[in-house]
């Protein structure tokens, strides 16, 4: 509790010194915090400088690691947040000082159960890089290849929650008490948040990970993604080979290495777009600090990945509905791309499609009138997404994950080779697909994919013959049972109803009888009760009309 007040106050501090209240409604919130903030924004007056992305950008740098990589999510969401502070928390750097060397190798032998000098030939105390979450030293194995080792930071775990908690605290009270803050939907941010940075620490995940983007790569000349040595891998360890490259935001580097930089932009964005519909499964943290080239063959430039943490995926409706979006923007069909939100279930199904097609026309035409090869292909995206959410377009994490990939490729790419133009490169990938998804080789790879199963299903097929006949034949019986059931109940019903008058003769004929021999029947009949009556009818009823 000791160390949550301290916390606590040091985020109070940073409050005053940023100027953080001025993000906050104070005429909105109770009198108690309308008070202590109206008190805050007093004190920390004289601080009151620079634009509010900037005061945001050096508070969360100022808070920690931690709030540095939230920070650093937040500026993805351009779906939620204004230009100016996307702008200004973009610029954040996970700046953290390493962690002794002595404590990672107590880390790493722990980890592996036995001494570092019998694990490897040759183990480095000074770290090669350090992040937030992890650092990274470099080493030689016994069988003599060269890797590098990324060991979790001691006793992060803790500090993540007891941050992520005070991150939930604050978002709760932005949620409540501000409608820019609800529009924002703080509380979801936080979790995908959560949800991310836990991700991180489980550097078993990110070997699984690294091995099957190494697979789909698998001797492309694309893509390269360093070999993962399983046996040194653990929850809090990961050892991985040591891959040399230039890395790609090196611009000078990489033209001294005489490397075709128009190739090398445009395999970016082929490897981006192989990864989401041909593997469903991509990068999601494509940031220059993760990518490196492969210059030994310049005009054919291959890109080096590394840190896979954070990955994402697509479903087939997914990646089918995002496809025919794309295209029909290139074709400015706004109608189509309205009507796929609709079927996709990215908004309400009453959602009025031609509402939806006007809005999205108003924002993304003016941006058609520059030449493609200036239009942003990630700034379109984020345009529809800020439309979508007009109609109450439900956050798709997914989606998120790829539009801050797209973001990245395409500034990277346009880094590298201005000119890049992102359409002419993604529309015939696109097209492409679209056609393999309809064509023939569809049915053929279906059938192929599917062919295993049904050979697992081909001799039970005789057997389930069988029992469908023989259910059919017993239900058939039944069913001629049932009908002549019915066939004479109706018979019977004829029957009664063609009697019915006889019998009602019939019971008059007794009465008649019974007062012509009484002479007293008609003064029993007048002084009978209602029961007793009843009790007669009754009783000449079962006599003569019951059959």
Request: hydrophobic share 45%.
């Given at each position: 509790m000791w160390q949550n007040l301290k916390r606590v106050g040091r985020i109070v501090n940073v409050v005053i010194r940023y100027r953080l209240d001025t993000f906050i409604p104070i005429d909105k919130l109770p009198w108690f915090l309308k008070y202590t903030f109206g008190a805050l924004s007093t004190l920390g007056r004289q601080n009151l400088q620079g634009s509010r992305g900037e005061r945001l950008r050096l508070a969360l740098e100022s808070l920690g690691p931690i709030f540095v990589k939230f920070g650093q999510l937040l500026s993805t969401r351009r779906d939620l947040l204004d230009d100016d502070l996307a702008d200004q928390l973009a610029k954040l750097q996970d700046r953290v000082p390493p962690f002794s060397g002595?404590?990672?190798?107590?880390?790493?032998?722990?980890?592996?159960?036995?001494?570092?000098?019998?694990?490897?030939?040759?183990?480095?105390?000074?770290?090669?890089?350090?992040?937030?979450?992890?650092?990274?030293?470099?080493?030689?194995?016994?069988?003599?290849?060269?890797?590098?080792?990324?060991?979790?930071?001691?006793?992060?775990?803790?500090?993540?929650?007891?941050?992520?908690?005070?991150?939930y605290s604050l978002a709760k009270l932005l949620n409540k008490y501000s409608k820019d803050g609800r529009r924002l939907k703080p509380v979801e941010v936080v979790s995908d948040y959560e949800y991310t940075i836990l991700d991180e620490l489980d550097l078993a995940k990110e070997a699984a990970n690294t091995g099957l983007l190494q697979r789909n790569f698998h001797e492309s000349d694309l893509?390269?993604?360093?070999?993962?040595?399983?046996?040194?891998?653990?929850?809090?360890?990961?050892?991985?080979?040591r891959i040399s490259g230039i890395p790609v935001a090196n611009i000078n580097d990489l033209?001294?290495?005489?490397?075709?930089?128009?190739?090398?932009?445009?395999?970016?964005?082929?490897?981006?777009?192989?990864?989401?519909?041909?593997?469903?499964?991509?990068?999601?943290?494509?940031?220059?600090?993760?990518?490196?080239?492969?210059?030994?063959?310049?005009?054919?430039?291959?890109?080096?990945?590394?840190?896979?943490?954070?990955?994402?995926?697509?479903?087939?409706?997914?990646?089918?509905?995002?496809?025919?979006?794309?295209?029909?923007?290139?074709?400015?069909?706004?109608?189509?791309?309205?009507?796929?939100?609709?079927?996709?279930?990215?908004?309400?199904?009453?959602?009025?499609?031609?509402?939806?097609?006007?809005?999205?026309?108003?924002?993304?035409e003016p941006m058609f009138a520059k030449p493609l090869k200036d239009i942003s292909f990630g700034q379109v995206l984020i345009g529809l997404f800020q439309t979508a959410r007009r109609f109450n377009m439900e956050v798709q994490p997914q989606l998120v994950l790829l539009e801050k990939t797209l973001l990245n490729i395409e500034g990277l790419g346009r880094q590298l080779y201005p000119d890049l133009d992102l359409w002419v490169t993604a529309k015939p990938f696109l097209e492409r697909w679209m056609k393999r998804q309809i064509g023939p080789q569809r049915v053929f790879d279906e059938i192929k994919k599917q062919a295993p199963e049904w050979a697992g299903q081909l001799p039970q097929i005789p057997n389930l013959i069988y029992s469908a006949l023989s259910q059919a034949s017993k239900q058939e019986e039944r069913a001629i049972a049932q009908t002549q059931a019915l066939m004479n109940l109706n018979k019977e019903l004829k029957r009664n109803r063609r009697n019915t008058p006889f019998k009602v003769l019939g019971i008059l004929s007794i009465i008649s009888a019974w007062i012509v021999s009484d002479p007293m029947a008609l003064k029993h009949l007048a002084s009978a009760d209602i029961m007793s009556l009843g009790l007669f009818i009754a009783g000449i009823y079962l006599l003569v009309l019951k059959p």
């Open positions: 002595e404590d990672a190798q107590v880390i790493i032998e722990k980890a592996l159960g036995a001494p570092i000098d019998q694990l490897f030939d040759k183990f480095v105390l000074t770290p090669l890089a350090s992040a937030s979450i992890a650092q990274v030293h470099t080493a030689t194995l016994k069988t003599g290849e060269d890797v590098v080792i990324k060991v979790i930071r001691p006793n992060i775990e803790s500090t993540i929650k007891q941050d992520i908690g005070l991150l893509l390269y993604v360093p070999q993962v040595h399983w046996d040194y891998c653990r929850d809090n360890v990961m050892v991985i080979e033209n001294n290495a005489k490397v075709n930089m128009k190739c090398l932009a445009e395999r970016g964005v082929e490897i981006f777009f192989t990864q989401v519909f041909d593997h469903s499964f991509f990068h999601a943290d494509m940031h220059p600090g993760n990518i490196f080239v492969d210059p030994s063959n310049p005009e054919s430039p291959k890109y080096i990945a590394i840190d896979c943490a954070i990955m994402g995926s697509l479903t087939d409706e997914d990646k089918n509905y995002l496809a025919r979006n794309l295209l029909a923007f290139f074709e400015r069909d706004y109608r189509m791309v309205a009507q796929l939100h609709v079927e996709s279930g990215w908004v309400p199904k009453n959602t009025p499609v031609h509402a939806f097609e006007t809005a999205i026309r108003s924002v993304c």
